[in-house]
């Protein structure tokens, strides 16, 4: 039991080394939950007024994954990201795209 234990927790460490982690430059990673999912999110300035990069990246491994319920889920946390940098004024979304079951976004706040 205890080599069985052993194998299992060698492999997870293996496979988490496969996943892609894109940092964004000059930002902070924060974890956030939605539906029982952990993700890290980044959020920073493109240098333009009001605008900003997002990165909503699954933190929870998943075994042969729903891609579609797994977009919606980085959608939810993006929103919620969004809205909260805007403090709850409109936003607009220039680009938007999943890579896997990353999420990534460019987004104005807009002025009210």
Do not use: H, W
């Amino acid at each position: 039991m205890k080599l069985a234990m052993s194998c299992l927790v060698a492999a997870a460490t293996l496979l988490a080394g496969c996943y892609k982690v894109d940092p964004l430059e000059g930002t902070q990673a924060e974890p956030i939950t939605v539906e029982g999912r952990k993700f890290t999110v980044r959020v920073g300035s493109t240098g333009v007024p009001n605008q900003y990069r997002l990165l909503v990246q699954r933190s929870t491994m998943v075994i042969n994954p729903d891609y579609e319920l797994e977009a919606e889920r980085a959608r939810e946390v993006a929103r919620r990201i969004m809205e909260r940098t805007c403090k709850g004024r409109p936003y607009s979304q220039a680009v938007e795209g999943i890579e896997g079951v990353n999420y990534k976004t460019v987004f104005s706040c807009l002025q009210t």
